[in-house]
């Protein structure tokens, strides 16, 4: 392994979707600290809560969030406050350019839709908040049909479940089909490998 460890920031907010985040985690987690390290961030360090209730800390504050490669942002009903956090929003401005993957799941989004980083992109969010994403900006060509939806550097995929196979099929292509298919068996889950296969 001749490639030094990537680093994925996983972006906490109030109200995040508990499966946003960890199903994805679950996933990039099994790839291994000589391949990926993950630290978690959000605009203060400390304890941050889910919408279903339980906490994840968040390591760092966005003033000291180390570089990153990849970038992942879940979704939830906490999305609506963030749509209007500057902080949150400058942030990703100025980070996800210079990741080589940001990742969104579910109305995750609408928020990167809002700071303006899917402009002139495909992209897709959860059906239940579908409408809410959109809303943020009429420059982004929303795909309402798709698990996921790849464009560029940016990956946004549909609700909740959706997230882990978006993060199999980054693995895929970071790190090859080989350990994508390893990671998937070795969580015993059963991989969506089509990015339209929307029922």
């Given at each position: 392994?001749?490639?030094?460890?990537?680093?994925?920031g996983?972006?906490?907010?109030?109200g995040?979707?508990?499966?946003?985040?960890?199903?994805?985690?679950?996933?990039?987690?099994?790839?291994?600290p000589?391949?990926?390290?993950?630290?978690?961030?959000?605009?203060?360090?400390?304890?941050?809560?889910?919408?279903q209730g339980?906490?994840?800390?968040?390591?760092?504050?966005?003033?000291?969030?180390?570089?990153?490669?990849?970038?992942?942002?879940?979704?939830?009903?906490?999305t609506?406050?963030?749509?209007?956090?500057?902080?949150?929003?400058?942030?990703?401005?100025?980070?996800?350019?210079?990741?080589?993957?940001?990742?969104?799941?579910?109305?995750?989004s609408?928020?990167?839709?809002?700071a303006?980083?899917?402009?002139g992109?495909?992209?897709?969010?959860?059906k239940?908040?579908?409408?809410?994403?959109?809303?943020?900006?009429?420059?982004?060509?929303?795909?309402?049909?798709?698990?996921?939806?790849e464009?560029?550097?940016?990956v946004?995929?549909?609700?909740?479940s959706?997230?882990?196979?978006?993060?199999?099929?980054?693995?895929?292509?970071l790190?090859?089909?080989?350990?994508a298919?390893?990671v998937?068996d070795?969580?015993?889950?059963e991989?969506?490998?089509?990015?339209?296969?929307?029922?």
């Amino acid at each position: 392994m001749n490639q030094p460890a990537r680093t994925l920031g996983a972006i906490l907010y109030e109200g995040f979707e508990l499966l946003d985040l960890y199903g994805p985690l679950e996933m990039f987690g099994s790839l291994g600290p000589a391949r990926l390290r993950i630290v978690t961030v959000a605009q203060a360090p400390g304890a941050i809560a889910s919408v279903q209730g339980p906490k994840t800390l968040a390591e760092h504050g966005f003033d000291d969030a180390p570089p990153l490669d990849l970038i992942l942002l879940p979704g939830g009903i906490g999305t609506v406050p963030q749509l209007g956090n500057a902080a949150m929003l400058e942030f990703l401005r100025t980070r996800a350019p210079r990741a080589q993957v940001t990742m969104s799941v579910c109305s995750g989004s609408a928020i990167l839709a809002k700071a303006g980083l899917l402009d002139g992109r495909r992209a897709t969010s959860n059906k239940m908040f579908f409408e809410l994403a959109t809303a943020q900006s009429e420059k982004v060509d929303w795909i309402e049909k798709a698990r996921w939806v790849e464009d560029g550097p940016f990956v946004t995929s549909s609700g909740v479940s959706a997230g882990t196979d978006m993060a199999l099929s980054v693995i895929e292509k970071l790190w090859g089909p080989e350990l994508a298919q390893i990671v998937s068996d070795m969580t015993e889950y059963e991989r969506q490998t089509d990015p339209t296969r929307d029922p």
